[in-house]
């Protein structure tokens, strides 16, 4: 595929953005700490975008989910893990609303790591 100044324009647009989340796991549902180790009902973002993967790391394997969920600015961006009698559900809240970014059978009593890409589509200079 060549690359002409309008393919090269968009690129050029495009921004990401991360955000990770960690917390130790026992047998209840609980929120990830988010930047600064806050248990709060989300980050926000500073402009729109969408939310593109989870990424899950439990200390022995990793894994990830891929989807285009539509966010906008302001949106409180949050992890939340479920505890589903043996095994933890680990889902992205938006504004405390479940995703369709989650992962299931995530083992308890161990400490989990997640992170949250972001393709920002409108991005904020700095």
């Known amino acids: 595929m060549a690359i002409n100044a309008t393919t090269n324009y968009l ?4 921004s990401e953005s991360l955000l990770a ?3 130790q796991l026992t047998n209840v549902t609980v929120m990830l700490y988010g930047p600064g180790q806050l248990d709060v ?3 926000p973002v500073a402009c729109a975008g969408r939310l593109k993967r989870l990424v899950v790391f439990d200390g022995t394997t990793v894994g990830s989910v891929d989807s ?3 966010i906008d600015t302001g949106d409180q961006i949050a992890v939340q893990a ?4 043996t095994a933890f559900t680990i889902t992205v809240l938006k504004n ?9 059978e995530i083992g308890g009593y161990r400490p989990i ?3 949250v890409l972001i393709e920002l589509t409108d991005p904020v200079l700095i």
């Not at 690129?11 to 495009?14: E, H, R, S």
């Not at 479920?82 to 009698?85: A, I, P, R, S, T």
């Not at 405390?96 to 299931?104: D, K, M, N, Q, R």
């Open 11 to 14: 690129l050029a647009k495009k």
């Open 21 to 23: 989340f960690a917390r």
């Open 113 to 115: 790591w997640a992170t």
């Open 96 to 104: 405390s609303i479940a995703t369709s970014l989650s992962l299931p």
């Open 82 to 85: 479920q505890f589903n009698n």
């Open 41 to 43: 009902s989300g980050m």
């Open 68 to 70: 285009d969920v539509d």
